[in-house]
């Protein structure tokens, strides 16, 4: 099978397309033949040698990526859940060595889905670790009830775009922050009120908030306290919620923490209903095909873009 080999840190170029051995499933695995990946700004920045590089280097070959859907091909003997011909989709061994970037991908059943028959390959990778992402640190790590006031920094990026519908769906009230360009496609994904962070500092017109949920970093982690509540709840997912932050919080009887996706083929399910109830869908901005990796690479970096880029894959 062909897979790009990360053969050291830097450019998009340093993936290098290659033949290796297509891999066998283990016995709570799965052959997925991949038709769609999904491009996160984590694996940029693992393919420049930062974020989980350190975990991987030591692997032989380093296959970048997480996010993948297709087709079951195999399974392995302790499999119950999926059958050959199945089409799934999920985020694979997250945080762990993914190897997304190829034909053919091994998944432990435990982190997959069945992909919704309503949506394309390309929106269900899409719908994987940024979904994910916004699931579980509304749902589980914010437990999210009707009638809050939910502030999403970046919410027409990948992570944003899909934090703001699961909010919608709970029928909180949602807040977004984005470039005024974006103000109508969020209106569209359900928020209610639009904030240019250009022309705005957040925490000078929000400051009644529920909960926050950052994607921007330490230095929008602590201004964006400001904003909640007295017992509200902001959480990093770039680990923005740091010993200094979090003692700044408590003062406030504000709970920030810091907060790493994972792998859940349980949690993947339920995104998968309400994908097929068109409660959530994906926005994908920019598809690629398989050969233009690099580009789709580039595309990610000008964190510039609206929803999601994805491969295809013939």
Same mark, same amino acid.
């Given at each position: 099978?062909? #897979?790009?080999?990360?053969?050291? !840190?830097?450019? !998009?170029?340093?993936?290098?397309?290659?033949?290796?051995?297509?891999?066998?499933?283990? !016995?709570?695995?799965?052959?997925? @033949?991949?038709?769609?990946?999904?491009?996160? !700004?984590?694996?940029?920045?693992?393919?420049?040698?930062?974020?989980?590089?350190?975990?991987?280097?030591?692997?032989?070959?380093?296959?970048?990526?997480?996010?993948?859907?297709?087709?079951?091909?195999?399974?392995?003997?302790?499999?119950?859940?999926?059958?050959?011909?199945?089409?799934?989709?999920?985020?694979?061994?997250?945080?762990?060595?993914? @190897?997304?970037?190829?034909?053919?991908?091994?998944?432990?059943?435990?982190?997959?889905?069945?992909?919704?028959?309503?949506?394309?390959?390309?929106?269900?990778?899409?719908?994987?670790?940024?979904?994910?992402? =916004?699931?579980?640190?509304?749902?589980?790590?914010?437990?999210?009830?009707?009638?809050?006031?939910?502030?999403?920094?970046?919410?027409?990026?990948?992570?944003?775009?899909? =934090?703001?519908? %699961? #909010?919608?769906?709970?029928?909180?009230?949602?807040?977004?922050?984005?470039?005024?360009?974006?103000?109508?496609?969020?209106?569209?994904?359900?928020?209610?009120?639009? %904030?240019?962070?250009?022309?705005?500092?957040?925490?000078?017109?929000?400051?009644?908030?529920?909960?926050?949920?950052?994607?921007?970093?330490?230095?929008?982690?602590?201004?964006?306290?400001?904003?909640?509540?007295?017992?509200?709840?902001?959480?990093?997912?770039?680990?923005?919620?740091?010993?200094?932050?979090?003692?700044?919080?408590?003062?406030?009887? %504000?709970? =920030?923490?810091?907060?790493?996706?994972?792998?859940?083929?349980?949690?993947?399910?339920?995104?998968?209903?309400?994908?097929?109830?068109?409660?959530?869908?994906?926005?994908?901005?920019?598809?690629?095909?398989?050969?233009?990796?690099?580009?789709?690479?580039?595309?990610?970096?000008?964190? @510039?873009?609206?929803?999601?880029?994805?491969?295809?894959?013939?």
């Amino acid at each position: 099978m062909k #897979a790009y080999i990360l053969q050291e !840190p830097g450019a !998009p170029q340093n993936l290098q397309l290659q033949e290796i051995d297509t891999p066998t499933p283990k !016995p709570n695995e799965v052959l997925v @033949k991949v038709r769609a990946i999904s491009i996160n !700004p984590v694996d940029t920045k693992v393919r420049e040698g930062k974020a989980l590089y350190n975990s991987l280097k030591e692997e032989n070959p380093i296959i970048v990526g997480w996010d993948i859907s297709g087709e079951v091909v195999a399974v392995g003997d302790d499999v119950k859940y999926f059958k050959v011909g199945d089409e799934v989709f999920g985020m694979v061994n997250f945080p762990g060595h993914g @190897k997304a970037y190829a034909e053919y991908v091994a998944a432990p059943e435990s982190h997959l889905a069945h992909k919704p028959a309503n949506i394309s390959h390309g929106e269900a990778a899409a719908a994987t670790l940024a979904a994910l992402t =916004a699931w579980q640190v509304l749902v589980h790590q914010a437990g999210i009830k009707a009638g809050q006031r939910v502030l999403i920094h970046a919410a027409a990026g990948g992570v944003g775009h899909y =934090a703001v519908q %699961i #909010a919608n769906y709970y029928k909180a009230i949602v807040i977004g922050t984005a470039s005024e360009e974006n103000h109508e496609f969020l209106r569209n994904m359900g928020a209610v009120e639009q %904030i240019d962070y250009h022309k705005y500092n957040v925490e000078d017109v929000v400051m009644d908030a529920d909960i926050v949920l950052d994607s921007l970093g330490e230095e929008n982690t602590r201004r964006s306290l400001a904003t909640l509540r007295e017992g509200g709840t902001i959480v990093s997912i770039l680990g923005g919620a740091t010993e200094a932050v979090q003692a700044e919080a408590k003062k406030r009887n %504000i709970e =920030a923490k810091s907060y790493l996706v994972h792998s859940s083929g349980e949690d993947q399910t339920q995104l998968a209903d309400l994908l097929r109830q068109g409660h959530l869908r994906s926005h994908v901005a920019h598809t690629f095909p398989f050969e233009e990796m690099a580009k789709a690479h580039e595309q990610v970096e000008t964190r @510039k873009t609206r929803g999601k880029v994805v491969v295809i894959l013939d």
